[in-house]
């Protein structure tokens, strides 16, 4: 159970810090991030991580695909996880 919990911390601060180096690429006009990674490491485990840099450095909250596509994929995460959590510990249910 705690080799899940730590991928999924590591993931997510991975993520956020992902967001953040965007942002501050985006600010100094230098090579960016691309979407298609931030999507990724949002479907690895890290929406959660994605959603907050978003909140706390106020970055892509105007595009659509990621106001509500990091929602949803954190609801998706989350459902992986139960379901991951639930087969390693209860496997006859």
Same mark, same amino acid.
């Given at each position: 159970?705690y080799?899940?919990?730590?991928?999924?911390?590591?993931?997510?601060?991975?993520?956020? +810090?992902? !967001?953040g180096?965007?942002k501050? &690429?985006a #600010?100094?006009?230098s090579?960016? /991030?691309?979407?298609?990674?931030? $999507?990724?490491?949002?479907?690895l485990g890290g929406?959660?991580?994605v959603? +907050?840099? !978003?909140?706390v450095?106020?970055? &892509?909250t #105007?595009?659509?695909?990621?106001? /509500?596509?990091?929602p949803?994929? $954190?609801?998706?995460?989350v459902?992986?996880m139960?379901?991951?959590?639930?087969w390693?510990?209860y496997?006859?249910?």
């Amino acid at each position: 159970m705690y080799v899940v919990l730590i991928y999924g911390l590591i993931v997510n601060v991975i993520g956020f +810090i992902v !967001m953040g180096a965007d942002k501050m &690429k985006a #600010k100094r006009k230098s090579r960016r /991030v691309p979407e298609k990674r931030l $999507f990724l490491w949002a479907f690895l485990g890290g929406a959660a991580g994605v959603w +907050i840099a !978003m909140q706390v450095w106020r970055h &892509k909250t #105007k595009h659509e695909s990621f106001t /509500v596509g990091i929602p949803f994929i $954190f609801i998706l995460n989350v459902l992986c996880m139960y379901l991951l959590l639930k087969w390693l510990f209860y496997p006859r249910l």
